[in-house]
């Protein structure tokens, strides 16, 4: 992995053939790049193995900063330890104090089919990987956290399946992008924000099924062209000189005050009722499923729900409404300018009225862009597909009912304070727990069920406290290891010594929860 041929040559291929690709010529070498495409992918952290010395790539930068590392390759699953002692099992202290020693955490994490991967982490069935984060099936790709399904990406966050894209973030569907926000099943287009199902487009917001737009205004097709030729020219020659370039976001924010009309246009719609009563509902099913005691409101344990590795919901105001605007407290929805921002469903309404004049888009320049931006640069970090039903200050669901406070609640159901809730249910205070069912507090994985604090984990069910994790069930206290059942410490003790024990785990956890609505 990486050893047979060095990942940057190749992806230096990769990124000229996007630059000429998206802008007609190549703008320089990937590394004088990497201050630019660092900015929108979540940071990542390097930490010492304590095994070999050696630098370890972790997606993840909330473990505790005094804990002992190790990288994926460096892990010994067959190695024997011995069991806990009865004295050791006699509470739940003494059982953390015995732990200790195997608890190191893992990164440098790729799986599946990979290969030439670099400087990163949390990788699955991907090649040509380097300093990025959180990626599976993907091809080519630099500076990213987040992606999936994407080849020939760079300097971008949160796309899925989407090829030739610089800097773009909360995409889908795209291709030979640069510098698009918030966008779906999209192709050609340059710094915009908001478009579906688009084609062409340049400095437009908010539009469904447009073609050759310029400042969301339509032009004939050649016209389009000589004005796109003109500006690329302009952009290339400034990231060949500079390289760097500002963000939609940052040239936005600099546009002019919001026209008042706007204001008077856009109709302010009450908000629908929402219940947070079938939310709590699931809320006491999971927690008496996971610790023998209902417990209820979800809201009542939000602060602790919402700490350690989950990313919290976040508001600004919408700049024609003052109605809230909801987002994720994450890195790219920070990068919203304030001054524009606009609900889901303003944006509908704006996109169609809101558009630079003939004269305007044939002059466009740089230097004229402030004043167009000004007239049509509103931005929302929120999105919806499909059927929602009984949704409560998510910023971006598809098809999902019953959630409260998630970012990202997609074939989901009854889920609260969650980040990527896909394809499951019953998920409290989780982060891109994936397929999974009746969890909390827990990160990282992939089919799991009935499991509280694991991290980094796939096919588990019962768990407590486990991390990378992989084939374990009913068992607590386990590290980096497979295929266990009944285990304490990675030990199998079997059915009764572990029943023994979790009846002390579950009680520790109970007077907690009773105590101050947190555990830890």
């Known amino acids: 992995m990486g050893k047979e041929q060095p990942v940057l040559p190749i992806l230096e291929k990769a990124w000229n053939a996007t630059a000429k690709l998206l802008l007609g010529s190549e703008i320089g070498n990937l590394p004088d790049f990497d201050g630019w495409l660092s900015e929108f992918p979540e940071p990542m952290v390097y930490r010492k193995s304590g095994v070999s010395g050696k630098d370890v790539a972790y997606a993840v930068g909330k473990y505790c900063p005094d804990a002992k590392w190790l990288s994926l390759d460096e892990v010994d699953y067959s190695k024997k330890f011995e069991p806990l002692s009865i004295n050791q099992l006699k509470d739940v202290d003494s059982i953390m104090q015995a732990v200790q020693e195997m608890v190191y955490y893992t990164g440098g994490v790729v799986l599946g089919k990979s290969g030439f991967v670099e400087k990163s982490s949390n990788v699955a069935d991907s090649f040509y990987v380097y300093r990025c984060s959180r990626a599976s099936d993907c091809k080519h790709i630099a500076h990213s956290s987040m992606v999936k399904q994407c080849e020939y990406v760079f300097g971008s966050s949160y796309m899925g399946r989407s090829r030739h894209c610089v800097r773009g973030l909360l995409n889908a569907n795209c291709a030979r992008t640069l510098e698009i926000w918030n966008a779906d099943t999209s192709s050609d287009c340059y710094f915009g924000s908001n478009l579906r199902g688009c084609n062409e487009a340049m400095f437009s917001f908010n539009l469904w099924g447009k073609r050759h737009v310029i400042g969301n205004l339509g032009l004939e097709k050649e016209k389009y062209f000589a004005i796109k030729r003109k500006l690329l020219g302009e952009i290339a020659g400034e990231l060949k000189d500079k390289k ?82 909801f987002m994720g407290d994450f890195k790219p929805c920070g990068l919203y300018p304030e001054n524009r921002l606009v609900t889901f469903d ?22 004229t862009l402030p004043a167009l931006l000004g007239k049509v640069g509103y931005m929302t970090p929120e999105f919806r597909m499909g059927v929602g039903e009984n949704i409560i200050e998510c910023p971006v669901y598809e098809d999902a009912s019953n959630c409260m406070r998630c970012y990202d609640a997609t074939f989901s159901k009854y889920c609260a304070y969650c980040f990527w809730a896909r394809d499951s249910e019953h998920l409290f205070g989780t982060s891109m727990a994936f397929s999974s069912s009746f969890c909390m507090k827990c990160y990282n994985s992939v089919r799991i069920t009935r499991c509280f604090e694991v991290d980094s984990s796939s096919d588990c069910s019962g768990c407590y406290f486990c991390h990378n994790c992989e084939n374990v069930h009913d068992s607590m206290f386990c590290f980096n290891v497979k295929n266990k059942r009944y285990a304490i410490g990675n030990v199998e003790v079997g059915p009764e010594r572990l029943a023994a024990a979790k009846k002390m785990l579950l009680e520790w956890i109970c007077r907690q929860l009773d105590g101050k609505q947190a555990v830890g």
């Open 244 to 325: 760097t370039f500002p963000s939609i976001g940052e040239l936005v924010s600099e546009g002019a005050a919001i026209v008042p009309v706007m204001r008077e246009k856009i109709a302010v719609e009450p908000t629908q009722a929402k219940n947070a009563a079938p939310i709590d509902g699931a809320f006491a099913k999971t927690t008496h499923l996971l610790f023998g005691k209902a417990y209820s409101p979800a809201e009542k344990y939000a602060a602790w729900l919402s700490r350690d590795m989950i990313v919290g919901i976040t508001s600004g105001k919408s700049s024609v409404s003052g109605k809230p605007v």
């Open 346 to 367: 303003e944006s509908m309404k704006i996109g169609g009225m809101a558009k630079a004049g003939e004269s305007e888009a044939a002059d466009l320049s740089l230097a």
